[in-house]
Each structure stands twice: as structure tokens, then as C-alpha cells.
């Protein structure tokens, strides 16, 4: 009679296992197929796929997280920048320009943050109007990013440095952007 029982607890055990696995594989697969309408498709499976359990098939959640993780990483290259923004031996220019983009990438954080508070607020989400604010808040945020490494057009190697820490977030801004704007048009 025992080994009965433990075989039914096995047999439900491993049945939950595979529910399981065959959830979290459709869930992958759900972030895979969204960010195939993502500029950066590979980079947006990248950072979101980790949080496929979070997500599930869920377009607002994909487009939540996705906000969320350009914030994140804008976070990172603004503190990244500001290291930067020490090093002695810069040119006056350098400096304004420096100034300049430690000035949009705060913008930019802000704006980041204004739409992930507006898209998790309740009984806001599906407004038009809302997503549309949302939508030109992220498009802002990402012409900040991509804005900041202009200052630097007279020194390619300042300019290099820049881009090269500026990219990634841009690159998520811009992914974000993407999965707002597919969860807005789902959302008419």
C-alpha cells in the first residue's frame, strides 16, 4: 500500500516537473517571438529571457520589464559616466560636453521612470492617451541617449568612448520602446 502512494506522489511530482518545463519553454518562446519585432532582437532575448517566469505571455509585463531593464542599465552608464567625467586632462570642450550628457542621460532616466510608474499605475494602462504620453516619454529617452555622444564630434576617440558606454542603453531604450508600442496597438 505504501509504495502505492509513492509511486501517485511520483508519478504527480514528475507531471508537475514536465506543466512545468512545457510553461516556461512557451514562455521563452513568447519573449523570443516579441523581440523579433525589436531592433535588436538578440540583445532584447538577452536581457529579458532570464525573467521568462516573471513574464509569462503577458505583453504588458514583456513591455514593463523591458522598460525596466533600460532603466537599469541607463542607471549603470550614467554612473559609469560620471566616473569618467573625472578624469583629469580633459579639453574645456570635453568638459561642456561631458556636462551636457550627464544632463540627458538624467533626462533620460527620468523619463524612464516617469513611464514605468505610469504603466504599472492601475486603471491607467490601457488609457490611449496614457500610452501614448508613455510612448513619447521612452522616444525621448532614447533621442537623450543617442544625443550625448555629439558633444563629442571634435575628439573621435572621447566621442568612441562615449558611444561605446552610451550604446547598450540606447539599444534597450529602443527595445523597450518597440514592446510599448506593440502592447499599445494590442491594447486599441
Request: charged letters at 20%; a positive charge; aromatic letters at 4%.
Amino acid at each position: 500500500m505504501e509504495s502505492s502512494y509513492s509511486l501517485i506522489i511520483l508519478l504527480l511530482l514528475t507531471s508537475a516537473i514536465c506543466l512545468i518545463s512545457a510553461l516556461e519553454k512557451t514562455n521563452v518562446e513568447f519573449i523570443r517571438t516579441s523581440c523579433g519585432l525589436t531592433t535588436y532582437p538578440t540583445l532584447c532575448f538577452k536581457s529579458l529571457s532570464a525573467r521568462a517566469g516573471a513574464i509569462q505571455t503577458s505583453p504588458k509585463l514583456l513591455a514593463q520589464t523591458a522598460l525596466s531593464v533600460a532603466l537599469d542599465t541607463t542607471r549603470t552608464t550614467s554612473s559609469s559616466m560620471v566616473k569618467l567625467s573625472k578624469v583629469h586632462g580633459m579639453a574645456p570642450l570635453e568638459v561642456a560636453a561631458m556636462k551636457d550628457c550627464l544632463e540627458l542621460l538624467s533626462d533620460s532616466m527620468y523619463e524612464l521612470q516617469r513611464s514605468l510608474h505610469e504603466m504599472r499605475r492601475p486603471g491607467s494602462k490601457d488609457s490611449r492617451l496614457v500610452m501614448r504620453d508613455i510612448q513619447t516619454w521612452v522616444s525621448s529617452a532614447m533621442t537623450d541617449e543617442d544625443t550625448c555622444t555629439e558633444g563629442f564630434k571634435n575628439d573621435l576617440k572621447m566621442e568612441s568612448v562615449v558611444r561605446g558606454k552610451i550604446v547598450k542603453a540606447a539599444h534597450l531604450t529602443s527595445n523597450a520602446l518597440a514592446l510599448i508600442n506593440s502592447y499599445a496597438s494590442l491594447s486599441r
